[in-house]
Every structure is written in C-alpha cells, then in structure tokens.
C-alpha cells in the first residue's frame, strides 16, 4: 500500500515536471529514514526496496538510451514498475544488466516495444 501510493506520487511529479528523478528519490529516501528513527513506521524493507529502485530505473534509461522521465513511464505503463515491486529481493541480488533485461522482457510481453 505504501509502495503503491509512492509509485502515484512520482508519477504525477513526473508527468508535470522534468527533473532528475534520482535526486527526488534520494530525497524522499533521506526523508524516509528520519522518519523511520522518529516514528519507527517504515522498514528497513521498504527503504532498501526504494534504494535499489532509485538505482535500477537510472540504469534502465541509460541502458535503453532514453530519459529517466519516459523510462519511468514506460515501465509504469508496461508493468515494469509493478514488476519491480513484486521482484524487487530477487532483481537486487542479480546483476544490474540481467535486471534491467528482465524488467524490459516483463514490458515487451505487455506491449511494450523500444
């Protein structure tokens, strides 16, 4: 659920603006973890689930030559970023690029053509 209502914030920051999403995601991690040592509300899964999805969508974009904003839209509307949340344990522990293939396969499976 709270990962759910993370995705919908990004996106919408993302549709309105074009700025570099790793600073954002970092931010809200920094902010993620003050809040953790204050509330004690958020694990320690969920900020390492947010780390490695800030690293792996950059990577993503570099990989296929695009931008971290339409990266991020076409793995959202692809099921990529649905797939990242599901797999995310198992896509952190691999290589970056057999992750990044995956989260693309997942995408052309559901329509989606680079």
């Not at 030559?65 to 797999?87: C, D, S, T």
């Not at 896509?91 to 293939?101: F, G, V």
């Amino acid at each position: 659920m709270f990962f759910d209502k993370f995705v919908q914030i990004v996106h919408d920051v993302l549709s309105l603006h074009k700025f570099l999403f790793v600073s954002l995601l970092q931010k809200i991690i920094i902010h993620l973890q003050k809040n953790d040592m204050e509330t004690n509300k958020i694990s320690k899964n969920i900020s390492d689930k947010l780390s490695f999805i800030t690293f792996i969508i950059p990577e993503f974009a570099s990989g296929y030559k695009m931008n971290m904003q339409k990266a991020y839209l076409y793995l959202k509307q692809y099921g990529g970023i649905e797939y990242l949340n599901k797999h995310w344990w198992a896509l952190h522990t691999d290589n970056p690029y057999w992750a990044i293939r995956s989260m693309a396969k997942v995408c052309r499976n559901n329509g989606g053509h680079l």
